[in-house]
DNA sequence: CTATTATTGCAACTCAGTCGCAAAAATAGA
DNA sequence: TCTATTTTTGCGACTGAGTTGCAATAATAG
C-alpha cells in the first residue's frame, strides 16, 4: 500500500536519498538519524518507499540491508537487475547502471537475480 | 590455517555435506545437529573447513550463511563465479554450474561477483 | 474544528552469529 | 603406551540487526 500520510520522517528520509546519489545501509540512517526518528520507523518508512517503488533494497556482503533511489523502477516492475558494487575498502556501495541479463536455468522458473560485485572503488585504488 | 586435528565434529559435519548436494544453511545444520554439536563448534569448524577450500558460504536472501561443498575451488583459488539458485517457495538452494563471467566496471578494481538468483526449482513449479 | 485513521516512539523481544574461558580431546615425542 | 603440549569443544553470556505490540501522537477528510 506504501505511503498514505507525508510526515516528518518521511520527508527526512527522503532527503536522505535525495542528497546521496549512492546506496545507504539501514545503520548508517539509523546512527545519524537517532536524535530526530525512531529505529523502528526507519525500517517501517524504508519499506513503504520500497513498495512504492521509490527505494529498492538489497543486503550486502555481511548481510546487513541497504537501500537506494529506484531510476527505472515502479511498483508494478521492481526487478533491480542491475548489479552493485560494494568496495572492500571503505564500504560504500554503487548501483551500477548495466543490465544484466537474468540467466534461464532449465527445469526452473527464474524470477530476480542479484548481483553484489566486490572490489576496490576509485577513491580506494591506491 | 583450517583443519589440524581430525575431530567428531569435524567428522559429522562432513558426513552433512557428503550426503547432501544442495547448499545447507548454518541455521539448519545447527537444529539438526543441536544434540551432537555445539552451535559455537558448527560456526567454527565451517569456517576452517572454508579456509581449507573444502567448502564456500553465502548468504541467502535473507542474509543467513550457507555452505555447500567447493568442486573447483582450492585455498588459492575460491572464487566461488559460479551463481547459487534459491527456490522462493521451499527455500532449497543448489549450486548452478554456469560460470557467469565477472563484469568490468570503469576505474573500480573488480575481485568476486556473487549472483543469488530468486525462482521457482523444479519440485514447486506446480 | 473534530472524528477518524495512519504513523510514531518506546520498550521488550527474536534470532543469527561471536567471544572468552575453562574443560576435554587430539597429536607429537619420549 | 604414557605424558606434555596444543588444538578444539561446550557453555554461557553477549552483540547487533531487525521485529512487534501497544499506547500516544499527528495527519487528513469532512
Redesign the interface.
Known amino acids: 500500500m506504501g505511503i498514505i500520510r507525508k510526515t516528518e520522517s518521511i520527508k527526512l528520509l527522503l532527503t536522505e536519498f535525495h542528497k546521496k546519489k549512492v546506496a545507504v545501509s539501514v545503520t548508517d540512517l539509523i546512527k545519524r538519524l537517532d536524535s530526530k526518528i525512531n529505529k523502528s520507523t526507519i525500517y517501517r518508512v524504508l519499506e513503504k518507499l520500497e513498495e512504492d517503488g521509490v527505494l529498492h533494497s538489497f ?1 550486502d ?1 555481511y ?3 541497504w537501500y537506494a533511489k529506484c531510476v527505472a523502477c515502479n511498483h508494478k516492475e521492481h526487478y533491480d537487475a542491475h ?1 552493485h ?1 560494494q568496495c ?1 575498502s571503505c564500504g560504500k556501495i554503487d548501483c ?1 547502471s ?1 543490465d ?1 541479463s ?2 534461464k ?1 532449465p ?16 577513491s580506494c ?1 591506491s
Open positions: 543486503l556482503k548481510g546487513i540491508k548489479p558494487f572492500v551500477i548495466m544484466l537474468i540467466p536455468i527445469n526452473r522458473e527464474v524470477f530476480v537475480a542479484q548481483t553484489l560485485i566486490q572490489g576496490k572503488c576509485e585504488i
